[in-house]
Structures are given as structure tokens and as C-alpha cells.
């Protein structure tokens, strides 16, 4: 069953209740959230470059309610990240994409990026 609205907010009110009240707990429970990615990254079922990406919320989330979390040491936890091996599709690629696009749409979509 997916979590609804209000039960979003709920949770995110008591995490932020705690948070003022007890910090240092909060803070393992992120420590705690991070571990269980890394284990996730081991496993080989995430990345680590997505390990930050799940920090970046809770970190914004603390941050405009204005909680100090020592968040240094939390990033010194997070897993190193990989370099992409990403590139530029070569023009013959390009090319072959737009002589198998069958639809127009797609043919602009290909040429604009």
C-alpha cells in the first residue's frame, strides 16, 4: 500500500518533532537510511551516484526547518561515486536512428537532441 498525503505529512511532522527534541538521533537514523543504500550498492541493485540523491531531500527538508545536523560527517559515509561512461551519439548513429524513426515526432525529438 503506497503511503497517502497525509500520511506523508504525519511522518515528516513527527521526524521534524524528534528532530528538535533529540538531533543526535536523527542524525543516526540518517546514518542508519545511508548504510542500508550502501548495503543497496554492494548488492549491486543501486547506484552510487544515486546514494546523494536520496540525501539531498532530507538534507533541504532539515535545512528550511532550520535543524542543525552535522551533515559532514554524513557525507563522509556516502559511497564513492562512478564516472559515467556516457557520450555524444557519433553522426553515423544519428543517422541510423532517423532512418529507423517511423513517426515525425520522434524524427524531431532525434534532431533536437
Not at 552510487?48 to 533541504?60: F, L, W
Not at 563522509?76 to 561515486?81: C, G, S, V
Request: charged share 25%.
Amino acid at each position: 500500500m503506497f503511503p497517502t498525503e497525509d500520511s506523508k505529512k504525519l511522518r515528516a511532522d513527527c521526524l521534524l518533532t524528534l528532530a528538535k527534541k533529540n538531533p543526535k538521533l536523527v542524525k543516526n537514523i540518517i546514518a542508519a537510511f545511508i548504510k542500508h543504500d550502501i548495503r543497496l550498492v554492494e548488492q549491486g541493485l543501486l547506484s552510487p551516484n544515486t546514494v546523494p540523491k536520496h540525501i539531498e531531500p532530507i538534507h533541504s527538508f532539515f535545512h528550511a526547518a532550520d535543524i542543525d545536523i552535522h551533515w559532514k560527517s554524513l557525507h563522509k559515509l556516502l559511497p564513492r561515486q562512478r564516472i559515467t561512461e556516457d557520450r555524444a551519439y557519433s553522426r553515423e548513429e544519428l543517422q541510423q536512428m532517423l532512418a529507423t524513426a517511423t513517426n515525425l515526432t520522434d524524427k524531431v525529438i532525434i534532431t533536437m537532441f
